[in-house]
């Protein structure tokens, strides 16, 4: 099998992004713009490498991936130059895959086309037709054979109206590149070795350049401000909530629902409006969103009910289960079948049993709650001493009244009662009734002070 190099091209600073970060490091759903590269030809190429340069430092250890091979170019000389740095690094047998560090939606199956067309004529160049050609180079044909690339800044007023343009991307024999590029000068507009030379000179040499043109123009446009990455971003998100729909889930409304990552779902869920899922989230059958919720990480059962307005992170949650409105479920939290969180709880690493409930205003963190338990209005675990967290323990059918404050560690016994208004600083053993509250005292016909 031949060898594929990727070589992407990063070395450009982005002014236009007003941004401390290189260009590339700016993020499109849940990754950084030449994250997205990567994850694409990671797959298709036997080696990566990654032209650097402004901000290449914070580049490298952003993307921290010691399979890729970085290449730095010190001084941005043009495209063409971009990828002579790369080329000591390449075996002449290969072939290179050039793609830009800024060009994130760029698709695996057209990628897998230029390859294979690269194999069989040597140079195989990615075009789009767009109706403003403005700023790209322009594809020159004749008898629709590809002769050449002219760059805007190069062109007369005849190519300029050419609407056929250069992607940049292209695959080509590495070999055969490395004489090209070595042909390369400056004797252009902007004084810089550009890469789109080389078709010219394939051509001379007797090359066809295959050419692969996508009617997708979204795979192929870069980015160069925080208006086309915003623009990019939405187009995403529109794809994917179509894809999603296809499959089977509802969305109320498809441009109110982002998705940054990965979300897989069973039958009949729905998604109400204002709903961000990031990370890795699953849905089992019949489970509805809410509006305004944002789920991270979490592990969805069936027919589940996510109320308004609630975060959660990191959790599993169990089947018929019902959290919020207003819930906050922190990471290593596992509510269980049929479990309640009601509005305002928050829950930190704890276990929920089968069928409890915590409705109100409560903070549970670093506790195993049994089954059927009920946890009353305002109760709250006090796990940390200002040094260091404590557990709580409480079993199965017990009953905590509502204002209570369980000082950790603690455990609550099977069926045992707080009552309400309690702070519990020992163990309660099973089905007991335990509580801390002085007693009340009521004066007969006591009467108010009235002022002087
Ligand atoms: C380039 C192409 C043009 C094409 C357009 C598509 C050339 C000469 N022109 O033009 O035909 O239509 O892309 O967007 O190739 N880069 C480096 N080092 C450099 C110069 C550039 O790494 O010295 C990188 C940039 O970071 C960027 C990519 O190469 O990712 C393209 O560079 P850019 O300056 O945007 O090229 P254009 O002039 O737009
Ligand atoms: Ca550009």
């Known amino acids: 099998m031949i060898q594929i190099h990727g070589i992407i091209l990063a070395a450009g600073k982005g002014t236009r992004m007003n941004s401390s970060k290189p260009k590339v490091l700016q993020i499109l759903s849940d990754k950084t713009l030449l994250g997205h590269v990567l994850t694409q030809v990671q797959k298709l ?38 990828v002579q740095q790369a080329m000591p690094h390449i ?6 895959l050039v793609l830009y560090g800024d060009v994130p939606l760029i698709e695996k199956s057209t990628l897998n086309n230029l390859i294979t067309q690269a194999q069989h004529n040597g140079v195989a160049l990615l075009s789009v037709v767009l109706d403003n050609p403005v700023g790209y180079g322009r594809i020159i044909r004749q008898n629709n054979q590809i002769q050449s ?6 062109a007369n007023k005849e190519q300029l109206a050419i609407c056929e343009v250069n992607t940049g991307i292209m695959a080509v024999n590495s070999g055969l590149l490395k004489t090209y590029l070595d042909g390369l000068d400056s004797n252009n507009a902007q004084g810089e070795l550009y890469l789109t030379d080389i078709i010219e000179m394939a051509v001379s040499d007797g090359k066809t350049v295959a050419s ?4 997708n123009e979204f795979e192929v446009a870069g980015v160069n ?27 109320k409304d498809p441009a109110r629902f982002d998705c940054r990552g990965n979300l897989s779902f069973g039958q009949d869920c729905e998604v ?7 990370g890795k989230v699953t849905l089992g059958d019949n489970t509805t969103i809410a509006p305004n919720c944002v789920i991270k990480n979490t592990i969805i059962g069936s027919n589940v009910s996510i109320l308004p307005n609630s975060v959660i992170e990191g959790a599993i949650i169990g ?10 479920i922190r ?16 829950v930190k690493k704890s276990t929920i049993g089968k069928g409890s409930k915590v409705s109100h205003l409560s903070y549970v963190g670093d506790t195993t709650i049994g089954d059927d338990v009920n946890i009353g209005a305002g109760v709250i675990t006090c796990n940390y001493d200002g040094a260091n967290k404590h557990q709580t323990t409480i079993k199965d059918g017990a009953f905590v009244g509502s204002d209570t404050q369980l000082i950790a560690p603690v455990t609550i016994g099977k069926n045992a009662t707080i009552g309400a208004g309690s702070t519990i600083t020992k163990d309660v053993p099973d089905s007991h009734l335990s509580l801390s509250r002085s007693r009340q005292t009521t004066l007969k016909n006591w009467e108010r002070p009235t002022k002087k």
């Open 45 to 82: 190429c036997s080696k990566v490498h990654v032209v650097y340069g402004f901000g290449g430092d914070q580049v490298r250890k952003h993307i921290n991936d010691d399979s890729i091979n970085w290449v730095e170019q010190a001084n941005q000389l043009g495209t063409g130059h971009a």
């Open 91 to 96: 075996d002449d047998d290969s072939i290179s």
């Open 149 to 154: 690339i002219i760059e805007q800044k190069d």
């Open 212 to 215: 692969v043109i996508t009617d």
């Open 225 to 251: 401000d925080k208006v086309q990455l915003a623009e990019l971003e939405r187009t995403l998100q529109q794809n994917q909530a179509t894809r999603f729909m296809q499959q089977g889930l509802m969305l």
């Open 272 to 278: 109400d409006v204002n709903v961000v899922v990031e």
């Open 319 to 328: 089947d018929g289960a019902s959290i919020g409105p207003f819930a906050r």
């Open 331 to 346: 990471p290593e939290a596992n509510i269980g079948e049929n479990a309640k969180i009601g509005n305002f709880v928050e």
